[in-house]
């Protein structure tokens, strides 16, 4: 058995085998509600430092991008190597999260979620504390099976000023 599969029943994760749900007669909802969860999961793991229940939970196209919460130009799949995994399975831990969402847009072959994640964690090497991150996941549909295409984060769940937000615009 895999390390990933004994991770994942060691903490009763959902199986990799529930992104299968397809959309199509009407299942599109029942779909988008089925990786809403197994996000929370996987995003919870993670914020524990469980980056294989991460990675088990949710397989990402080979296409993904990914726009971090910590701004700068958006990673791609080919750039996230073993060790970047290694390096965030250090980055996040001791962590809990619940999630929000708050909409979701689902169709035959492409379910989008927004969603606000909310994590008590440490990270980078900080006292743990709050982070809420508004979050947009985008899964195409790949034969029977839900692959993560894009996620883009920010942690500008508390409304910020114009200039505030000038000022990030400008990099300052």
């Given at each position: ?10 903490t009763g994760a ?47 196209t080979q296409d ?70 508004r979050v947009t ?36």
């Amino acid at each position: 058995m895999s390390p990933s599969r004994r991770s994942l029943r060691a903490t009763g994760a959902t199986s990799p085998v529930s992104l299968t749900a397809t959309a199509r007669d009407g299942q599109a909802d029942t779909a988008a509600s089925d990786l809403a969860r197994i996000s929370e999961e996987a995003n919870a793991a993670l914020m524990r430092g469980d980056v294989a229940i991460y990675r088990a939970l949710v397989p990402r196209t080979q296409d993904f991008t990914l726009m971090s919460p910590f701004g700068g130009t958006p990673s791609r799949e080919a750039d996230i190597t073993e060790k970047i995994w290694d390096g965030m399975s250090r980055f996040f831990r001791n962590g809990t999260l619940k999630q929000e969402i708050v909409q979701t847009y689902a169709g035959t072959d492409m379910i989008v979620l927004a969603v606000i994640e909310r994590a008590h964690v440490e990270v980078g090497g900080l006292p743990a504390q709050d982070w809420a991150l508004r979050v947009t996941l985008v899964y195409r549909r790949a034969g029977r099976r839900w692959l993560l295409a894009h996620r883009h984060a920010d942690p500008l769940s508390h409304a910020v000023t114009l200039q505030q937000s000038a000022a990030l615009a400008r990099g300052a």
